[in-house]
T-cell receptor, first 115, second 116 residues
Framework: NAGVTQTPKFQVLKTGQSMTLQCAQDMNHEYMSWYRQDPGMGLRLIHYSVGAGITDQGEVPNGYNVSRSTTEDFPLRLLSAAPSQTSVYFC??????????????FGAGTRLSVL | EDKVVQSPLSLVVHEGDTVTLNCSYEVTNFRSLLWYKQEKKAPTFLFMLTSSGIEKKSGRLSSILDKKELFSILNITATQTGDSAIYLCAVGSYRLDSGGYQKVTFGIGTKLQVIP
């Protein structure tokens, strides 16, 4: 059972480049989220989706776009990379009913460096 | 603004010791409190607590929630080197305008190192 799969695991970008972080889950979860984790800051929500075709902003959305065309996939796009976007990015998914909504299943993360 | 504060930020203990990790929170529309363990990669779910005073246990780990005082503790007894990790506390809350999505606010974590 693969769970939540993120690619790539590592990426180095130059300032101004764009790229897409991929995320796929095979648990048929309705909810999916993107977080970034920075030292001393904890995990912060970038964008989330409650189902195919529905996305919304989290607390740090600037510089990122998302789309959700299928239940399984939730890619995160960096439009024009900046050094402030150097971070570890986690994709997560969860069920959509009851208290299970709060239990996030995380991918292994993407470590991104922007030079 | 929702806030989750963990203490201590780091801890070094010897194998066999018992440790207590603390988590206090201030959130609007509290729904649940969660503990995760993060080793080198993804956080993995340990416990979810929704009611005060009811202890959740899994082997040597246990946790309890106090909704009146707005805190939770995670206890680890007879620690082993495999318990070395960052332990994250998170609080789930609901928003009326989010299409059912429930926001989860994470603390910075407590880094636990268990030495032989």
């Amino acid at each position: 059972n693969a769970g939540v799969t993120q690619t790539p695991k590592f990426q180095v970008l130059k300032t101004g480049q764009s790229m897409t972080l991929q995320c796929a889950q095979d648990m048929n979860h309705e909810y999916m989220s993107w977080y970034r984790q920075d030292p001393g800051m904890g995990l912060r929500l970038i964008h989330y989706s409650v189902g195919a075709g529905i996305t919304d902003q989290g607390e740090v959305p600037n510089g990122y776009n998302v789309s959700r065309s299928t239940t399984e996939d939730f890619p995160l796009r960096l439009l024009s990379a900046a050094p402030s976007q150097t971070s570890v990015y986690f994709c997560a998914s969860s069920y959509s009913t009851g208290f299970s909504k709060n239990i996030q299943y995380f991918g292994a993360g993407t470590r991104l460096s922007v030079l | 603004e929702d806030k989750v504060v963990q203490s201590p930020l780091s801890l070094v203990v010897h194998e066999g010791d018992t440790v207590t990790l603390n988590c206090s929170y201030e959130v609007t529309n509290f729904r649940s409190l969660l503990w995760y363990k993060q080793e080198k990669k993804a956080p993995t779910f340990l416990f979810m607590l929704t009611s005060s005073g009811i202890e959740k246990k899994s082997g040597r780990l246990s946790s309890i929630l106090d909704k009146k005082e707005l805190f939770s503790i995670l206890n680890i007894t007879a620690t082993q080197t495999g318990d070395s990790a960052i332990y994250l506390c998170a609080v789930g809350s609901y928003r009326l305008d989010s299409g059912g999505y429930q926001k989860v606010t994470f603390g910075i974590g407590t880094k636990l190192q268990v030495i032989p």
